[in-house]
Nanobody, 121 residues
Framework: QVQLVESGGGSVQAGGSLRLSCAAS????????MGWYRQAPGKQRELVAA???????NYGDSVRGRFTISRDNGKNTVYLQMNSLKSEDTGVYYC???????????????WGQGTQVTVSS
């Protein structure tokens, strides 16, 4: 059973930056497709970004160009660098382990507990 532990959330002013980390254990990390979802208050969870074992990435439309997903297989960790943050980026951010199909669509399977990100305007 994979364990995913997020860190790095917090409060920041609009225009600022945060970096989230997710440490994974219980699986062969280098072979995993990893991703981030988020859930804003009163809204459904939505894709933020995903990265497969070969480095192929997929981003949600609302974050493309501002957020960057990366991975360090030596540390079993996936990162989400968030720049130019907006108030609408506020929510709980969840790390996932999942599947990326040939089209690049990402399907999360295992979930972390989440970390809160609050952006004030």
């Amino acid at each position: 059973q994979v364990q995913l532990v997020e860190s790095g959330g917090g409060s920041v002013q609009a225009g600022g930056s945060l970096r989230l980390s997710c440490a994974a254990s219980g699986s062969i990390f280098s072979s995993n497709t990893m991703g981030w979802y988020r859930q804003a208050p009163g809204k459904q969870r939505e894709l933020v970004a995903a990265i497969n074992s070969g480095g192929r990435t997929n981003y949600g439309d609302s974050v493309r160009g501002r957020f960057t997903i990366s991975r360090d297989n030596g540390k079993n960790t996936v990162y989400l660098q968030m720049n130019s943050l907006k108030s609408e980026d506020t929510g709980v951010y969840y790390c996932n382990k999942g599947v990326m199909v040939n089209s690049g669509t990402y399907y999360p399977v295992d979930w972390g507990q989440g970390t809160q990100v609050t952006v004030s305007s």
